[in-house]
């Protein structure tokens, strides 16, 4: 797995536990949304997928200085933190990282519902 995916594994896993509220369909394991999440990316022509890859190592490297450890390797509280700490920051590419990979995440997370018989 290469360093971009543990990094949206991570972030996928935490905004899609705070997105599944009790619905067994939205339950963990989120393998199939962070490889979904991974694949669109791959998918982004080469300069905007190499920014986003480029600005997932950032995001990862990122947490050292306020978590003590890189993103994807944190707890799901300081992760979640850390992803409100981008959704928040004046940096605009900060905030739309965060919701780019949020909008996949529940994109591919509630197409779960649309796949129950």
Do not use: K, N
Request: proline fraction near 8%; glycine fraction near 6%.
């Amino acid at each position: 797995m290469s360093w971009s995916a543990r990094v949206f594994s991570a972030s996928v896993e935490t905004v899609c536990a705070a997105l599944a509220s009790g619905e067994p369909a939205l339950a963990a394991p989120y393998e199939d949304v962070s490889r979904f999440v991974d694949e669109q990316v791959g998918r982004m022509p080469a300069p905007q997928g190499l920014g986003v890859r480029l600005l997932a190592a950032a995001f990862d490297l990122s947490a050292i200085p306020s978590c003590g450890g890189l993103f994807h390797r944190l707890r799901p509280g300081p992760r979640a933190r850390r992803l409100a700490a981008w959704r928040s920051s004046p940096l605009f590419f900060c905030r739309q990282f965060v919701r780019l990979q949020e909008s996949l995440a529940a994109f591919a997370l509630y197409a779960r519902l649309e796949r129950e018989p």
